[in-house]
């Protein structure tokens, strides 16, 4: 097993002290606007309800997260966390965790693939016995590298699309050896994560590293799936001309008909402003669409890997490069137009700079799915067998009780008549 120092030992000892005091505090006012996750550290505390096991997580380490590493340790796991980007960690909060006794945290911002993979290795010396992972680079480290890990994995949890779709493909070709939770396909996580996380996050950290405005431009959003809705619609209510370009006839046509432009990407690189990736998929924006796009762009991704826009074709073209701003990287064509890439075609809404992620209360939502599934694996694992796993409806609307308590929303139950008619056949006109 890889020999990977924790947080705590990479940091000047001047630096560990007021890191972990700030990230005290960044951790401190998530919690406060996070009910699930207290609800649920109430209950998973005093039952102890994950007292031997032992978590792998690789996560984007930053203040929310921390609440649900920190929940998952007080309920008596043993926890090694890491980063699932090299750019999302905030220190000061991995610093901070690195302080609880059952936490060890390895994530740095700022790393190399080397020590990225490294630290993901070093996660796994703790021989988990349940893995949590961000883009699936847990699961398939153990498959790869630490196969005799797998007998003693109760399973997994899934946070995003990306890494659902690469655990269904694994489980397609028989790969997959442990049972995985897909946590993004919940309703309590996609429909408020993935829209108005992504939307609200991606927009706030492109206005706030650009200092611009949204107002008359033309925002092309690349892919109108769960992420794109939400850009769609956060950059439409900042009055922006939102054009849409997919691949798929009928997210095509929802876009068309929620009033949106759509077009080619060949065609709408030459009209838009900002141009902002959500598709999951590669290759999304290149060489022939930098060719034709206007002095000045903005290029952002929202897709979890930072291969949406070709950076390498974008080199090849340029004739100078330089840092126009913290976290915008300038690329200067031969004829003088300059396209302007944010936070290196990473995710924008968690790698420049000034990026916090999802707002707190989406994510309360988000982590709660996660931690009632860690619950589900410990408690019931043996009834899910290798492969990917719907989470049990039961769990997602678990938390959505929660929440809807939290704020004082009441809402209705069937009647025992209506629940009978809804289950029946026989009722016709
Ligand atoms: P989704 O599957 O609902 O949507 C993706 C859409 O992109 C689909 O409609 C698909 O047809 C379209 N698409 C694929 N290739 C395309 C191409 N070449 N051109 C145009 N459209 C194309 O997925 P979802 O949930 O919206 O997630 C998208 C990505 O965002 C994933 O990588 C996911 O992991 C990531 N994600 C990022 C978050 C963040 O905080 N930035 C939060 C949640 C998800």
Same mark, same amino acid.
């Given at each position: 097993?890889?020999?990977?120092?924790?947080?705590?030992?990479?940091?000047?000892?001047?630096?560990?002290?007021?890191?972990?005091?700030?990230?005290?505090?960044?951790?401190?006012?998530?919690?406060?606007?996070?009910?699930?996750?207290?609800?649920?550290?109430?209950?998973?505390?005093?039952?102890?309800?994950?007292?031997?096991?032992?978590?792998?997580?690789?996560?984007?380490?930053?203040?929310?997260?921390?609440?649900?590493?920190?929940?998952? =340790?007080?309920?008596?796991?043993?926890?090694?966390?890491?980063?699932?980007?090299?750019? !999302?960690?905030?220190?000061?909060? !991995?610093? =901070?965790?690195?302080?609880?006794?059952?936490?060890?945290?390895?994530?740095?911002?700022?790393?190399?693939?080397?020590?990225?993979?490294? $630290?993901?290795? $070093?996660?796994?010396?703790?021989?988990?016995?349940?893995?949590?992972?961000?883009?699936?680079?847990?699961?398939? =480290?153990?498959?790869?590298?630490?196969?005799?890990?797998?007998?003693?994995?109760?399973?997994?949890?899934?946070?995003?699309?990306?890494?659902?779709?690469?655990?269904?493909?694994?489980?397609?070709?028989?790969?997959?050896?442990?049972?995985?939770? $897909?946590?993004?396909?919940?309703?309590?996580?996609?429909?408020?994560?993935?829209?108005?996380?992504?939307?609200?996050?991606?927009?706030?950290?492109?206005?706030?590293?650009?200092?611009?405005?949204?107002?008359?431009?033309?925002?092309?959003?690349?892919?109108?799936?769960?992420?794109?809705?939400?850009? @769609?619609?956060?950059?439409?209510?900042?009055? @922006?001309?939102?054009?849409?370009?997919?691949?798929?006839?009928?997210? $095509?046509?929802?876009?068309?008909?929620?009033?949106?432009?759509?077009?080619?990407?060949?065609?709408?690189?030459?009209?838009?402003?900002?141009?902002?990736?959500?598709?999951?998929?590669?290759?999304?924006?290149?060489?022939?669409?930098?060719?034709?796009?206007?002095?000045?762009?903005?290029? @952002?991704?929202?897709?979890?890997?930072?291969?949406?826009?070709?950076?390498?074709?974008?080199?090849?073209?340029?004739?100078?490069?330089?840092?126009?701003?913290?976290?915008?990287?300038?690329?200067?064509?031969?004829?003088?137009?300059?396209?302007?890439?944010?936070?290196?075609?990473?995710?924008?809404?968690?790698?420049?700079?000034? !990026?916090?992620?999802?707002?707190?209360?989406?994510?309360?939502?988000?982590?709660?799915?996660?931690?009632?599934?860690?619950?589900?694996?410990?408690?019931?694992?043996?009834?899910?067998?290798?492969?990917?796993?719907?989470?049990?409806?039961?769990?997602?609307?678990?938390?959505?009780?929660?929440?809807?308590?939290?704020?004082?929303?009441?809402?209705?139950?069937?009647?025992?008549?209506?629940?009978?008619?809804?289950?029946?056949?026989?009722?016709?006109?």
């Amino acid at each position: 097993m890889t020999e990977y120092p924790p947080i705590s030992e990479q940091l000047s000892a001047d630096d560990l002290e007021s890191a972990r005091t700030e990230g005290r505090r960044k951790m401190d006012w998530a919690d406060q606007h996070m009910p699930i996750m207290n609800a649920l550290r109430d209950s998973f505390e005093a039952d102890q309800v994950l007292e031997g096991e032992r978590i792998a997580m690789a996560m984007h380490v930053e203040a929310k997260t921390a609440i649900l590493v920190e929940v998952l =340790a007080d309920a008596g796991a043993e926890v090694a966390v890491t980063g699932c980007n090299p750019l !999302s960690t905030h220190d000061d909060v !991995s610093a =901070a965790l690195d302080t609880h006794e059952r936490i060890t945290s390895y994530a740095k911002r700022g790393v190399d693939d080397e020590e990225y993979y490294d $630290a993901i290795h $070093a996660t796994l010396g703790l021989e988990p016995t349940i893995t949590v992972d961000d883009g699936m680079d847990l699961v398939a =480290a153990v498959h790869e590298d630490y196969p005799e890990l797998i007998d003693g994995i109760v399973g997994g949890a899934e946070e995003t699309t990306t890494g659902v779709h690469r655990l269904r493909a694994m489980d397609d070709d028989g790969a997959l050896e442990y049972p995985v939770f $897909a946590v993004n396909d919940t309703p309590m996580k996609r429909l408020f994560d993935n829209i108005h996380g992504t939307g609200e996050s991606s927009l706030a950290s492109i206005a706030m590293t650009t200092n611009l405005s949204w107002a008359g431009k033309n925002v092309v959003v690349a892919g109108f799936g769960y992420c794109g809705k939400g850009v @769609a619609r956060k950059a439409s209510g900042q009055n @922006a001309n939102v054009i849409v370009t997919e691949v798929e006839p009928r997210r $095509a046509l929802e876009a068309h008909m929620e009033g949106y432009d759509v077009l080619p990407m060949a065609e709408a690189a030459e009209i838009g402003d900002v141009f902002i990736t959500t598709t999951g998929n590669r290759d999304v924006i290149v060489e022939e669409h930098f060719e034709g796009m206007k002095d000045g762009v903005l290029l @952002a991704n929202a897709g979890h890997f930072d291969i949406e826009i070709d950076l390498e074709a974008l080199v090849d073209l340029a004739v100078d490069t330089y840092e126009a701003r913290d976290g915008v990287e300038a690329y200067e064509l031969e004829d003088g137009r300059r396209l302007n890439v944010i936070a290196e075609g990473r995710l924008v809404n968690l790698a420049a700079p000034i !990026s916090l992620g999802h707002p707190v209360e989406v994510m309360d939502q988000s982590f709660g799915v996660q931690a009632a599934c860690v619950r589900e694996m410990v408690e019931n694992g043996d009834e899910y067998g290798p492969g990917v796993h719907e989470v049990p409806d039961e769990l997602d609307k678990e938390i959505a009780e929660i929440k809807l308590e939290a704020e004082g929303v009441e809402f209705d139950a069937l009647t025992d008549t209506q629940r009978e008619y809804m289950g029946s056949w026989d009722h016709g006109t």
